[in-house]
């Protein structure tokens, strides 16, 4: 099945150690996108690709960055982590080429991250 | 003010009940309006949108939009335990923009 994986599903780092998180695609879609979703809130998004022109949220911290070496991946990097970083992380994807009425996204199942 | 607003809940109803989700958007510069369910653990799927004003069915489900109140609504018939989940409503200006979430409603279904 066509589908948005993310690992790992759980991640505890250290207060100010870099940690990655990863997300896979097989849908073939151009745009991905990044969102933290802390507990009882929206998932807020952070930044997106757009194939491979990249598109920053204006209140994403610089601490978080992304890479996206090729249309089926793409990286979330945190390289100071802080306690307030500790949250959900989702990855998901559509196809703005074929969109039909809406830009239907297609999450995957979430990292957690722990700092402590 | 926030430019979408949802009731965090929980919302507990017995099996078989109507359910009623709701929000509410500031601006009426929102053209599309959707609904994402999110179970423990997993990432949200979208489950219906509309464009504009109107409702719009689907099995059990039936999402709404009054545009001139600001005000989208989402009902559930016949609720099931399977159900339970978290309701995220979302809107978005056109189909190229961002999509806004909101905080989602926690929904429990008694059996």
């Known amino acids: 099945d066509a589908m948005v994986i993310q690992n790992p599903r759980y991640q505890v780092t250290q207060f100010g150690k870099p940690v990655t998180l990863s997300c896979s695609q097989t849908?073939?879609?151009?745009?991905m996108y990044w969102y933290q979703q802390k507990s009882s809130q929206a998932p807020k998004l952070l930044f997106h690709y757009y194939d491979k022109d990249f598109n920053n949220e204006a209140d994403t911290p610089d601490n978080f960055q992304s890479r996206r070496p090729n249309t089926s991946f793409c990286f979330l990097d945190i390289r100071s982590p802080g306690l307030g970083d500790a949250a959900m992380y989702l990855c998901a994807t559509s196809s703005l080429r074929n969109r039909g009425w809406v830009n239907e996204q297609f999450f995957g199942p979430g990292t957690r991250l722990t700092v402590l | 003010q926030k430019e979408v607003e949802q009731d965090p809940g929980p919302l507990s109803v017995p099996e078989g009940a109507i359910v009623s989700l709701n929000c509410t958007y500031s601006n009426s510069a929102f053209q599309y309006f959707m609904w994402y369910r999110q179970y423990s653990r997993k990432g949200p799927e979208l489950l219906m949108y509309t464009y504009s004003s109107g409702n719009k069915e689907d099995g059990r489900f039936t999402a709404q939009v009054d545009k001139s109140s600001k005000y989208i609504s989402l009902f559930i018939r016949d609720s099931q335990p399977s159900d339970s989940a978290t309701y995220l409503c979302?809107?978005?200006?056109?189909?190229?923009?961002?999509?806004?979430f909101g905080k989602g409603t926690r929904l429990h279904i008694l059996p």
């Open positions: 849908l073939n879609h151009n745009v």
């Open positions: 979302a809107i978005a200006r056109n189909r190229d923009d961002k999509i806004i």
